[in-house]
C-alpha cells in the first residue's frame, strides 16, 4: 500500500488555504481544489491519514454535482489536471477540482433523515433536537418521518454550532432560505433514491452552498463519506448502533480514548486507519461503480 499523501506544495500556485482536507490554490483567475488523504473529527485535523481518500472524495463528489446538477449547479469546471502542472501529475492524478470562484455561505445545510450521532444524544436528553420534535418513543437509528433540516453555522475555531431556522434566515436572508433548505431536502430525497437501489442508506449528510454573482451553486464536496453517514440496507436495524461507511469508525475510537476535539489529538492504530479506508473504497465502489 502506498504512502497517504498528507499534504503537498505546488510553488508554482498561490496558495489561499491549506483546509482540514483540502489545499486550496489561486489558478488562472479561478480556484484549484487538491483533496489530500488527511483526516479530520470532530472538526479537527486529526494528522493521520488514509491512502487514496482524496480521490475517492473527488471523485464522489464529481459524480454527484453531475447526478444532481438539475437541482443546483455546482462550482465543479473540471477535474482534469490543468494544462502546465502536467509535472505534479503524480501527485495530483485524480485528487484536482479546478473550480469558479465563489462566496462561500457560513452555514452547514444538514438533512437528516434518522435518528443519530448527535441528533440522538440530544433526543435522548431532551426528547428533541435542534429545536425539532419528531416524535415521542423513537430509538436509536429509526427512520425520521420525514427528512429534518438542521442548519448549523460554521465556526472559524473549533465545533460548528447548530442554529435555529429563525437563525438561519437571518443569516442567509428569507427568501434565499427558503430556496437552499428547499434545494437541500431534494438533494437528500434524490440521493437517498438513487443509493437506496444500491443497497445504501443515506442517514444523514450535509450540504455546502456559495454564490457566483446572484447563481447560488454547491460547493467543496456533496454526498460523501466525510460529509455522510452510509448504512449498508442489509445490516440495518434500529435500536442499536449502526455499522456506518464512513468516519464513524474513527469518531468512535477517538471518543473511546476520551478526546472530542479538545486539547492534543490522540495517535490513531493502523487497524483503525485500515478499516476506515476499506470502508471508503467499498462505499465509493457501490456508489461511482468503479475504483479510484
Do not use: H
Amino acid at each position: 500500500m502506498n504512502t497517504p499523501l498528507i499534504d503537498l506544495d505546488l510553488p508554482c500556485l498561490k496558495l489561499i488555504e491549506r483546509g482540514k482536507v483540502r489545499n486550496i490554490y489561486e489558478f488562472e483567475g479561478d480556484v484549484l481544489v487538491v483533496a489530500t488523504d488527511r483526516l479530520s473529527a470532530f472538526d479537527r485535523r486529526v494528522g493521520a491519514g488514509v491512502e487514496g481518500k482524496g480521490r475517492i472524495l473527488t471523485a464522489m463528489t464529481a459524480y454527484w454535482f453531475a447526478e444532481l446538477s438539475d437541482i443546483r449547479a455546482s462550482y465543479m469546471v473540471s477535474c482534469d489536471i490543468p494544462e502546465g502542472l502536467g509535472e505534479y501529475s503524480g501527485l495530483l492524478s485524480g485528487r484536482t477540482m479546478l473550480t469558479r470562484r465563489v462566496s462561500f455561505l457560513p452555514i452547514e445545510f444538514v438533512v437528516r433523515g434518522y435518528l443519530y450521532g448527535s441528533a440522538w444524544r440530544e433526543y435522548q436528553e431532551k426528547g428533541e433536537f435542534c429545536g425539532l420534535r419528531p416524535g415521542s418513543g423513537m430509538v436509536q437509528g429509526e427512520r425520521l418521518p420525514e427528512p429534518l433540516f438542521t442548519p448549523a453555522m460554521k465556526a472559524k475555531k473549533g465545533r460548528d454550532v447548530n442554529i435555529s431556522e429563525d437563525e438561519y434566515s437571518g443569516i442567509v436572508g428569507e427568501e434565499r432560505g427558503r430556496r437552499l433548505k428547499e434545494a437541500s431536502i431534494e438533494i437528500f430525497r434524490r440521493a437517498s433514491s438513487s443509493l437506496g437501489e444500491k443497497g445504501i442508506i443515506l442517514a444523514d449528510t450535509k450540504i455546502e452552498f456559495g454564490l457566483r454573482g446572484d447563481e447560488e451553486v454547491i460547493v467543496n464536496e456533496l454526498i460523501t463519506p466525510d460529509s455522510s453517514r452510509f448504512w449498508l440496507k442489509e445490516r440495518y436495524a434500529p435500536g442499536r448502533p449502526q455499522e456506518s461507511m464512513d468516519k464513524q469508525p474513527l469518531r468512535d475510537y477517538l471518543q473511546s480514548v476520551g478526546w472530542t476535539g479538545e486539547g492534543t489529538v490522540p495517535d490513531i492504530p493502523g487497524d483503525v486507519l485500515m478499516d476506515i479506508g476499506r470502508r471508503y473504497r467499498k462505499i465509493s465502489r457501490m456508489v461511482t461503480g468503479r475504483d479510484v
